[in-house]
C-alpha cells in the first residue's frame, strides 16, 4: 500500500493542471517517497487528460461532466495510499501546504486548511462562509473555521467510510466535516494561503449556495436531527403559547383552536426529533462494528 494519495477533480482545467501536478510531485518527492497523484478528469472538453498525464499523474476521465464531488468519490475509490490529501484543481491550493496538513494526520483523523484572512476571495463568498461556519458550528457543538474548504488530508478508511454520503457537486467537503465531527473524529485546522484561482469558477453563487444550505440541513438531520427538530419545535410552542395569551388578555377572546393546534404540533414535532436522534444513534452504533474491524485490518 502507499503512503500518500494526492487527488485533484478538474474540469477544463486544460492551462493549468500540468503545473499542479508538478509542483505537488515536487514537495512530495522531498517528502515522502510512496505517492501517487490522481487527476480525476470530470468529463472535460479541453487537454486536461492529457496536460495532467504528460505532467506524471494517474488519469481516471469520467465520460461526461457528473460534478467535483462525483470527481472526489471517483479518487477516493481508486486511491491506494493510506492517507489521502484532496486538492482543487484550479491553482487556488499551494501544493507546499501539503506536508503541514499530512503532519498533523499523525495525531488526528482530519486536516483541513482554513483559508486566512489574506486568501484571495471574494466578498460575497466570505460573508457566505461566515453563514455556513455558524450553522455548522451550532449542528457540531464545536467550532468550525472553514466549513466548505476543499484543501483537506484525512486516513483513507475514514474517507471510505462516509463515501456514500457524499453529493456528486462542490458540497463534498460539507458533508464530510459534519460526519466526521459527527461520528467522533478527531479534526483540527491548520491556516492556509489561498491564491487567485485561474480561469473561470465552476460555482454559482446562488444556485450553489442553496445546494449548500440545504446539504447542511439534510446532514444535520441526518447525524444529529434534535439539532433541527427541538429549534422547530419550541418555536412552534411559543407562538401557539404566546399567541393564545394575546387573545385572552388583549382582545378578551378565547384561547383558539389555532393556539391549541400549533402547541399539539409542536408536540408531535418534538417527539418525531427524539425518535429520530435515537435512530441516527443506532446506526452509528451499528456502523462502528465493520469500521473498527477494517481499521484492524489495514494496521
Known amino acids: 500500500m502507499l503512503e500518500i494519495s494526492v487527488i485533484i477533480p478538474a474540469f477544463n482545467e486544460g492551462s493549468i493542471i500540468a503545473a499542479i501536478v508538478r509542483g505537488v510531485r515536487a514537495v512530495l518527492d522531498a517528502y ?54 484532496l486538492m482543487d484543481g484550479d491553482g487556488q491550493h499551494d501544493p507546499a501546504d501539503i506536508p503541514r496538513l499530512l503532519e498533523k494526520l499523525e495525531t488526528f483523523d482530519m486536516v483541513v486548511g482554513a483559508r486566512s484572512n489574506s486568501s484571495k476571495r471574494s466578498p460575497h463568498r466570505t460573508v457566505a462562509n461566515l453563514i455556513y461556519n455558524c450553522l455548522a458550528t451550532y449542528i457540531c457543538s464545536r467550532r468550525i473555521q472553514d ?20 453529493p456528486n457537486t462542490f458540497s463534498y467537503p460539507t458533508t464530510i466535516t459534519l460526519a466526521v465531527v459527527r461520528a467522533g473524529h478527531s479534526l483540527v485546522y491548520i491556516p492556509i494561503r489561498t ?5 473561470e469558477s465552476k460555482i454559482r453563487v446562488f444556485k450553489d449556495g442553496l445546494r449548500f444550505l440545504g446539504i447542511i440541513v439534510k446532514i444535520a438531520t441526518l447525524f444529529s436531527p434534535f439539532k433541527i427538530f427541538l429549534p422547530v419545535s419550541a418555536f412552534m410552542f411559543l407562538t401557539g403559547l404566546f399567541y393564545g395569551l394575546y387573545r385572552i388578555f388583549a382582545l378578551d377572546g378565547g384561547y383558539g383552536p389555532t393556539s391549541g393546534m400549533l402547541m399539539t404540533i409542536s408536540v408531535v414535532i418534538f417527539m418525531v426529533g427524539l425518535v429520530s436522534e435515537q435512530v441516527a444513534q443506532l446506526r452509528f452504533d451499528r456502523s462502528e462494528v465493520p469500521y473498527n474491524q477494517e481499521d484492524k485490518e489495514s494496521h
Open 195 to 199: 491564491r487567485e484561482r485561474m480561469g
Open 147 to 166: 466549513l466548505t474548504s476543499g484543501y483537506r488530508a484525512l486516513k483513507s478508511s475514514i474517507a471510505r467510510r462516509y463515501l456514500y454520503l457524499l
Open 32 to 85: 515522502s517517497p510512496s505517492y501517487e497523484v490522481l487527476v480525476i478528469d470530470d468529463g472535460s472538453s479541453d487537454d486536461t487528460a492529457a496536460q495532467a498525464r504528460s505532467a506524471g499523474a494517474v488519469v481516471y476521465s469520467h465520460p461526461y461532466n457528473i460534478g467535483n464531488g462525483a470527481a472526489v468519490k471517483s479518487g477516493i475509490r481508486l486511491a491506494q495510499g493510506k492517507f489521502l490529501v
